[in-house]
């Protein structure tokens, strides 16, 4: 069974940055599209990036597209989020899930079945 992890968020100022990392365990990451998706209090949670199986697409909200770049490292069974130029906005908590369809992604969470605990992510002066 697919279990992920999420880590790095934390309190960071509007503009600057944060690594998120998303590292699975109990299966090889390669076989799933990884989304990473984001919740505000009292909003519902949105999908706002994505990446196929290869790491060779990527998608993005249009809410984070320039700002943030997915990427992954399948020797290591990791996903990264950088987020750059950090808003208030942004401040959310933050999940990574997998797509067990691993050949595109796509920004719809029905399609997500396995799911991390979630990183804050709290962007304030």
């Known amino acids: 069974q697919l279990q992920l992890v999420e880590s790095g968020g934390g309190l960071v100022q509007p503009g600057g940055s944060l690594r998120l990392s998303c590292v699975a365990s109990g299966s090889t990451l390669d076989r799933y599209a990884v989304g990473w998706f984001r919740q505000a209090p009292g909003k519902e949670r949105e999908a706002i990036s994505c990446?196929?199986?290869?790491?060779?697409?990527?998608s993005y909200d249009s809410s984070v597209k320039g700002r943030f770049t997915i990427s992954r490292d399948n020797t290591m069974n990791v996903v990264f989020l950088q987020m750059n130029n950090l808003k208030p906005e942004d401040t959310a908590e933050y999940y990574c899930a997998a797509d067990d369809m691993p050949r595109v992604c796509v920004l719809y969470k029905p399609r997500y079945h396995y799911w991390g605990q979630g990183t804050q992510v709290t962007v304030s002066s």
């Open positions: 990446i196929n199986g290869a790491g060779t697409s990527t």
